[in-house]
């Protein structure tokens, strides 16, 4: 039988490179989308992944999601949190439900995917956590308090998780893009842009199928003994 993948956020950007290519590895996999029907439809007309409807943010709608998951795919065996927003603002404009969302879904969004799954990966005695976190998390960032303080705090989820699940065959590791070829990246403005472009010694943005490439390693058999970790995939721009 072919493991099960679910990936947050996992029907547009670097979540939908994910999506596919865990699929191409040979995973049943799962994807979830907050809002665009339309777009999800699209995905998996293109794909044949299935696409899933909940608010990451929400506790009681992601363990009743997984459950659907669980009950058409399998168990989980491998979760990619990848769901995440921004909602950047220099800190004196900044306004609590910036804040809030940001810290809601991006943050709260993995504690509330991971949880649900968990105690069935500790019975099964395998399981794989891969939280996306970003650079941006590591390094700080301009306009970005809400948003690097939940990228920082996914480094300490997986840390504690690594501890807690080592004995129980599962690891769980998180990986930092640097600036992706996404969406997200291209709602910043374009003189913003291209100065960050000048700070990547490779000279371009990223691809999702690069961070793609490290989540299908992570989630294989192979990566067994990294646990706790972070690889960082940034084209040179910061090193930790
Ligand atoms: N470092 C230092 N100063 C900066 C700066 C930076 N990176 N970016 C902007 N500033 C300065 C500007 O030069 C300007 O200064 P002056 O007032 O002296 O001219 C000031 O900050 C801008 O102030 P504003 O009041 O005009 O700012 P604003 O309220 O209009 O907000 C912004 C603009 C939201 C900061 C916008 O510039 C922006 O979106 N910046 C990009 C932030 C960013 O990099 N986000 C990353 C998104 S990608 C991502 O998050 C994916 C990932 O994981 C990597």
Known sequence: MARVALVTGGSRGIGAAISQALKDAGYSVAATYAGNDEAAAKFTGETGIKTYKWNVADYDESKAGIAQVEAD????????????????????KMTPEQWHQVVDTNLNGVFNTVHPVWPGMRERKFG??????????????????????????????VKSLAQEGA????????????YIGTDMVMAVPEKVRESIISQIPAGRLGEPEEI???????ASEDSGFINGSTISANGGQFFV
């Open 128 to 157: 794989r956590i891969i939280v996306i976190s970003s650079i941006n998390g590591q390094k700080g960032q301009f306009a970005q308090v809400n948003y690097a303080a939940t990228k920082a705090g996914d480094l300490g989820i």
């Open 73 to 92: 795919l399998g168990p989980v065996d491998v979760v990619v949190a990848n769901a995440g927003i921004t909602r950047d603002a220099p800190f004196h």
């Open 212 to 218: 793609a490439r490290c989540v299908v390693f992570l």
């Open 167 to 178: 004995r129980a065959g599962i690891t769980a590791n998180a990986i930092c893009p640097g």
